[in-house]
């Protein structure tokens, strides 16, 4: 494996670990995330027992969609090392600009509609970390 190989699937690696990390935070949390508070402008305890409900789920699904694709990536880079199959390349990227994109457009709705500071930045490194991982890998083609 060539060290542009190498620099593009750790970029993927960081995004993979953060995409991991959040959806486990995501999964375990018994109450929405701090900056939900500020969006809402009540605390947790203040919500109606369904609205919390629905929160927690809705989080579930976001944190198992997150840990899928952190998980996922991981996967598919080992294949990839194992087998070199070139259309993985193409595959590792898909899988996280779904999410990441998904991610930017929900958290750039909360920014912009509440007073609320979601992890828009965060969401902007990952997916610049694919974007420059899915560019180095080209090099395989040349």
């Not at 109606?48 to 976001?62: E, Y």
């Not at 880079?77 to 595959?91: A, G, N």
């Not at 929900?106 to 007073?115: E, G, H, M, Q």
Request: charge should be positive; hydrophobic fraction near 60%.
């Amino acid at each position: 494996m060539t060290t542009i190989i190498q620099i593009s699937f750790f970029c993927y690696l960081i995004t993979a670990i953060i995409s991991i990390l959040f959806g486990i935070i995501y999964l375990v949390r018994s109450e929405f995330m701090p900056y939900h508070a500020v969006a809402l402008e009540k605390q947790w305890i203040e919500l109606d027992t369904k609205i919390q409900t629905l929160i927690l789920a809705l989080m579930r699904v976001a944190g198992g969609g997150f840990l899928a694709t952190g998980i996922v990536i991981i996967l598919l880079m080992l294949l990839y090392l194992r087998t070199s199959k070139q259309w993985i390349i193409f595959i590792i990227p898909t899988v996280g600009l779904i999410i990441s994109l998904s991610s930017l457009y929900a958290t750039i709705l909360v920014k912009s509609r509440t007073p609320a500071s979601p992890p828009v930045n965060l969401t902007l490194l990952s997916i610049g970390l694919i974007l420059i991982g899915f560019i180095l890998s080209l090099s395989i083609f040349f």
